[in-house]
Nanobody, 127 residues
Framework: QVQLVESGGGLVQAGDSLRLSCVVS????????AGWFRQAPGKEREFVAT????????NYADAVKGRFTVSRDIAKNTVHLQMNSLKPEDTAVYYC????????????????????WGHGTQVTVSS
């Protein structure tokens, strides 16, 4: 069974940095990409960043470009999200997701293209 376990969330001040990690235990599932999404209180879940396993191709939401960096460690089946210059509006539960590439045309920022999800990790940025 595929499991995604996030870690690294916490409470920080504006301007600080955090690094989130997500371990993807594939089992017999072979994902093509892993992504990060977030959901702030009272808001819908939104795309943050994604990376493909083989090519390392990345996509970012406009709100995080230049501040967040997504990377992967293939040997460890782990995806990282380095978050710098954090802002209070970055406060949310951050979810990791894995995509098989079998759910129709691949659109990295579409949540419905991801097969499996983690339980999320809370990131709180105080002003």
């Amino acid at each position: 069974q595929v499991q995604l376990v996030e870690s690294g969330g916490g409470l920080v001040q504006a301007g600080d940095s955090l690094r989130l990690s997500c371990v993807v235990s594939d089992g017999t599932f072979s994902s093509i990409a892993a992504g990060w999404f977030r959901q702030a209180p009272g808001k819908e879940r939104e795309f943050v960043a994604t990376i493909t396993w083989r090519e390392g191709s990345t996509n970012y939401a406009d709100a995080v470009k230049g501040r967040f960096t997504v990377s992967r460690d293939i040997a460890k089946n782990t995806v990282h999200l380095q978050m710098n210059s954090l802002k209070p509006e970055d406060t949310a539960v951050y979810y990791c997701a894995a995509a098989s590439g079998l759910l129709g045309i691949w659109v990295p920022w579409h949540q419905d293209k991801y097969d499996y999800w983690g339980h999320g990790t809370q990131v709180t940025v105080s002003s």
